[in-house]
Each structure stands twice: as structure tokens, then as C-alpha cells.
């Protein structure tokens, strides 16, 4: 990758609300080969907070690939976006993009006896690192099922390169169909604890598929999950009033708001990195008060001690929380 920008090669719309992006290096160089569930950081002009998007390899062959020629992503429009996406699609070939290093917070886990096929399960433009898990996958001739959910059947991406890739392992769903409209609970049914499970999609359904797996019996190290949006409001959000005890600040934090975003707004530089509640690097240890804990990252005794916050994504079941910040 020749600096840290990359051009924009080639764009297909793949649904009315989601385009696929070819980016190579500006000088024709080969990038820098990716693990499956990798994703690039954007930064975007005006965009405050990087941007990321999983890297989409949907043959073996570019799973193979050791340098490989181009990234594919794919980028949904969100109707309710902060900069984001609404930049990605305004994009033409011939522009550039800065982009930070490659990362990977949603690796495949290396194969375990006796462990059953692999199941993933995509909603939306979710599909994307998890099309990538199915091409890897394949390669490495490991079993696996994919289950791709979608409003609409014309808001499913990619399904054609998806049935050469998986075959019989893919299965489409479509909210708006009854007869292929995924049911998460009977799906589980029909799985056992030792296969790997593997959620990119909206918050609902990831919390969904978390809440039932735990049920069956499923050891938190067989599912993971990814998030594909950033924070978002829940019905019945209330403002509430954080103190920041190092610095004396006390700041209001409207329902619409997350508490990161108002300490930046006050001027405060935060830690911070992934902004789903996946990565723990926003973590503050509360002094005062009831979190509403909304993360992926804590486990079940921090969740209940109430003396850590992932101030990215959690919230206040009290009216005041005490920082240490
Ligand atoms: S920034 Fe990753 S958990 Fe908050």
C-alpha cells in the first residue's frame, strides 16, 4: 500500500443501497495479503471517527492470494449517516482514500476436533467479513453453513458469487418473505454448542443470537460476533449527568448522544478505537452510579461488579455516573 491511501478502481451497485468498491494502490502496487473478517480504517474529510469497512474476498483464490491486486469492500447507504457512508457513495473511480493499517478483530478460530461445520449467520451488509470466513473456509476445505438475512430479497448483495462460492452452505433469507425469513431460535435448534458461531449484523440480531446460543449451552469462545453499526439510540433512552471526577467536568449527556461523543464535544481526548463496544479501549472505571452496560467486551462478573463502562456504547441506569476521567 503505498502510503496510506488507496484509489478507487472500480464500483458496482450491487443493490439500490449498497455499492461494492475495488481499491488499489495509486502506484500499482500489491497490498498487503488480509486474513478473512479483516477490515480497513477510512478517514474521512469532515468524519471526525475512522471508518470501517471489512475487506469482502468471496473466491478461494483471493483468499490465497499473497499480495493481492485489490481490496473489495462493500458499503451500505444508511439513511440515518453521520458522513460516512453518504461519502463512500458519492465516490468515483479515480478518487483516493486515506486509510489506516489493516486490522482484524473478527478472526476464524483455528479448526478443533470434532467441532461440526461453521456457522455463519449475516444480517445486511453484515455479510461482508463473514463472505470472506466462507471463502477461507472453503479454501482450507472446512465445513461451514452461511445463513444471509436481508429486509427484502433485493437488499441481499453479492448472491450470485455467494451460491458459486458456498454452494448448498448458503442460505438466503428475507425478512419480507415467510417462507425464508430466518428464525434465529429454530436455526439454534437445530446446531450443537460445539460449532462455532459467527453474527455480523445489526444489534438486534446480534444480541438475539448471543441471548439464545448462551441458553443452549454455548461457551462464549464458540460465538463471535461482530457489530456492524456504531452506537445507536434504543427506544426509551433517557439524558443523564456524568461527572468526570479527575477533571471536575460535569456534562450532560443527551439521549441521542453517547457519552464519548459528549466528552468530545467538552473538548475531552478520550481513548477510544473500535466505538461498538468490542475493542475495551474506551473503558473507565466508574466511581458513582448504575451503568447500563450495551458492550461485547465485558464478561458476566465485570457486567455486575458496575466499576467499569465502555463509555463508546454503554449508558446510565442511574441519573449520575461518577468517572474516574
Ligand atoms: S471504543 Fe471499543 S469498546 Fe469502546
Redesign the pocket.
Known sequence: MSGSSLLVSEIRAETPLIRRIRLVDPAGKPLAPLASGAHLQFLIPGVADRRCYSVVQLTTAETAEPAPAAYWIAVRHEEASRGGSAYMHQLKVGDTLAVNEPRNEFPLHAPEAGEGPTVLIAGGIGITPLASHAAALSAAHRPFVLHYSSRSRDQLAMVHELQALCGDALHLHADDDPATRMDLAALLGTLRPTQHLYVCGPKGMIDAAIALATERGWPKERIHVELFVEAATQLGDQPFEVELRQSGQVLQVPADKTILEVMEDAGCDPL???????????QVDVLEGVPDHR?Y?LNDAERASNKVI?I??SRARSARLVLDA
Do not use: H, S
Request: proline share 0%; hydrophobic share 20%; charged share 30%.
Open positions: 477510544f478505537d473500535c466505538r461498538r463496544g468490542e475493542c475495551g479501549v474506551c458492550d467486551y465502555q463508546c456504547i
